[in-house]
Structures are given as C-alpha cells and as structure tokens.
C-alpha cells in the first residue's frame, strides 16, 4: 500500500537511514562522554568515534580527516567560510565572487560582509543555471581573495563546471569554495580532482541527522586558514569551538559512509525514475523543464507548468504528494524563486514551478502515483483557469505578467 504524502522534497531534507539510526543509539546513552575528556575511558570512546567519523566524512570527498572541521550544519560552514576567509585574508584584499543562485546562506552572508567592507561580484547565470567563465576570470582581480561557488544548485540540481572554475580560481592565486551541500554523496565530489581549497555540507542531506555538518579546509597546497567565528575551547583545530555533537557526528560518518558505497547504485536507479516522471510531465503542454538537463544532479527535477500557480497546484495535493514550489511564501505575496529568475524566467514560469527530488526511499509504485496525480491536478486547474483559456484563444499572453 502507498503510504501518503509521497515524499518528494529530500532536496530540503532526507529522512534518517536507519542504519544511521542505529549506529548512533549507543552513543545516547552508554557511549556519551566528552571527546575532550582526555583522563577516561567514557572521552577516549567519544573521542575514537569522532575519529572514525572524521575518516568516513573525509572519504566522501577525498579529504584528508585532519581537513575536517565539525559544524553543526551547512549554512554555519558557509558563514566559517566566507567570514573566515575575508578575516584571515584581509591583507591580501577583501573582493569575494559568488554568483546570484547560490543558496542564502552564501547570499546573505556575503551581504553582511559587504557590511564591513567587502566588494562581492554576483555573476550572472544563463537560461541553464551556469556562469560564464569568462566573465568570471574578467571579474578576478588582485584584491580578489575567494571563489565561492556551489557544486550543484539546491532548487533545478544544475551542476556547476567545478574544475574549470578552480582551475582559473588557482591560475589567479585565489581560493576556491565550493558548497557541496546538494552535491556531496549524491554525484562524486573529490576536493583534489576538483581543485577545492574549502567546502561545505550538511549530513541531513544525506539520510543523517539534522543539525551536523562538516567545513572541509585544505591544509597542503595551499594550506588554507579561517579566522574562528565561535571561540571557546580551541575545538576543531581552533576552528570551531564548541563540546563536539558525538551522537550527530557519529551519524553523519556512518550516513557519509553508506552514501559513499551506494551514491553509484542508487543515482542510477534515482536518474531512471527521474526520467520517466520529467518524460511524462513534460507530455503535459506548455511544461517546461527549469535548468541544464545535460549536467544535473540524478535524483532532480524542476519543471513550470504555465498557466497555473505553483502554490495552487501544492494546494491541489498537499495531501498527497510532499515537495517544494519556485514560490517562496516569506509574504502574504509569494515571491517567485530568485534562482528561476536568475536563470531568466520571467513571472508565469517562474509561478508555475515544482522542484521534484527523488531520494533513497522512493519507489516506482510512488513516481507513478505522482505522475498520476500532478496531470490529473495540472488539467483540472487549467480547465478552470481563465489564463489558460485566453491562451488557448490565441490570446497575446504577455500582458498578463
Ligand atoms: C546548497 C545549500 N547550502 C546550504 C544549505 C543549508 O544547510 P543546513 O540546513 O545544513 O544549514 C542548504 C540546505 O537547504 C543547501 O541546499
């Protein structure tokens, strides 16, 4: 029997594995000591779990585990990150590049340091998601001191040519970060082959608990340092303060280490079932999928399907299917997604999105019921819909956006 609502929003979040759950259910209770305690046993086990973790993590991406920072989730690694680096650099010059879809965590805190004195180029993107190289090189200059670039984009899964970025990043002599908060465990992520010097990401992505995360800093070639933004005890290599979260870090090791083993087996499945639920949507008229289909992430689709609003059609089956639209409901005006806009959607498409991100959990019988039940809801609210008709008339459209 399908269990309802299909969850199909595991770009938000995943649902814990519960091998992950297991795993850290001891460290609760029986395993819960300080892995600061360096005078009993009840620190030395927290502090050999953490060291396990710390090599499950760093195999993910390639890393070395002395190149792992603990943190307590994405948006704080981005904010080390960033804040960090435009501290610890200042002397060589304070002009930071991001482009203008990455994920508000980089957004707002490159906002808060142009606050305090940084120039921050946001590169454009094209109708696909992906910057312009050479706009980039052109915007590098000798007070440039970061590249901050997302791996894959959290809303279409568009991802990013990392390599070439780095590699002119590094031709330049400026570090590369890279968010790899969608990417990591999802699509192969090595640090060196792809030229990062940091990046972040967050275990409640990758079927571990929510609240955890790591910053990967490199330490050779360059050896890269920021400048702590939680002091206390000297955690982390100073990096980090903070009494470390065992049990979640714990969980996100194991959750690193099943996703390291099965990120080949499961994008394949993920990518079929993905195919056939974009092949049928698109049998839709005037649906459109958002973003580059060539470089994508397996398990992501946005699709805008003009003529109805996102959010209505959300309404239409929030019982039963479970995902995320191109609106962002922060007013009582949903704004469209500031990501669809950058890629050039104008208002109609941009309202009419769904972003479908399949995960570990989804099964055919869930897809089929999916594509099922968004025809079924796309048609009816287009039947009642007077911009449809119009349309349907031959009416010129773009008045009404
Ligand atoms: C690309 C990207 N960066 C950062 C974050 C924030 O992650 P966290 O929830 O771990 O702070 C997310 C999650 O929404 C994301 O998708």
Redesign the pocket.
């Known amino acids: 029997m399908l269990k309802l609502p299909v969850y199909l929003d595991n770009?938000?979040t995943t649902p814990c594995d519960p091998r992950v759950v297991e795993t850290m259910l001891p460290y609760f209770t029986e395993i819960f000591g300080n892995a600061s305690s360096r005078n009993h046993s009840y620190g030395w086990a927290a502090e050999a779990a953490i060291d396990l973790a710390r090599e499950q993590v760093a195999a993910l991406i390639g890393a070395d585990p002395k190149e792992i920072i603990f943190t307590s989730?994405?948006?704080?690694g981005?904010n080390l990150a960033l804040k960090g680096v435009f501290e610890m650099y200042a002397d060589k010059g304070n002009h930071i590049i991001t482009t203008e879809i990455e994920?508000k965590?980089i957004l707002d805190t490159c906002k808060h340091l142009e606050k305090l004195g940084a120039s921050v180029t946001y590169l454009k993107v094209n109708s696909e998601g992906l910057p312009d190289l050479k706009e980039l090189e052109a915007a590098i200059t000798p007070k440039t001191i970061l590249v901050a670039i997302?791996y894959a984009n959290?809303e279409i899964g568009v991802i990013n040519p990392i390599r070439e970025i780095s590699a002119l990043a590094k031709k330049n002599g400026v570090l590369m970060m890279s968010?790899i908060?969608?990417a990591a465990g999802k699509v192969p992520v090595d640090v060196n082959r792809d030229g990062i010097d940091l990046a972040?990401f967050?275990a409640?992505?990758i079927y571990g608990p929510k609240g955890v995360?790591a910053l990967y800093v490199r330490r050779k070639s360059p050896r890269v340092k920021v400048i702590a933004q939680m002091d206390g005890g000297g955690h982390e290599r100073g990096m980090r303060s903070g009494t470390l979260n065992v049990t979640g870090i714990v969980g996100f090791g194991k959750a690193c280490e099943i996703s390291l083993r099965e990120m080949e087996a499961e994008g394949k499945r993920l990518s079929i079932l993905r195919n056939k639920l974009e092949a049928a949507l698109l049998q839709l008229e005037e649906s459109y999928v958002n973003g580059s289909t060539a470089s994508r992430l397996p398990h992501v689709s946005n699709i805008s399907f003009k003529y109805v609003e996102g959010d209505a059609l959300m309404m239409g089956f929030n019982k039963s299917i479970a995902l995320s639209s191109g609106s962002a409901c922060t007013s009582a005006s949903p704004e469209p997604s500031y990501v669809l806009k950058g890629l050039g959607l104008g208002d109609d498409l941009a309202h009419s999105s769904l972003r479908f991100g399949l995960g570990r959990f989804t099964t055919e019988e869930e897809i089929d019921y999916t594509i099922q039940t968004v025809t079924d809801t796309v048609n009816k609210l287009r039947e009642i819909s007077p911009l449809w008709e119009m349309f349907k008339e031959g009416a010129d459209m773009t008045e009404y956006y």
Do not use: P, R, V, Y
């Open positions: 770009n938000a989730g994405a948006t704080e981005d994920h965590a997302m959290n968010d908060t969608q972040t967050s409640h992505k995360g």
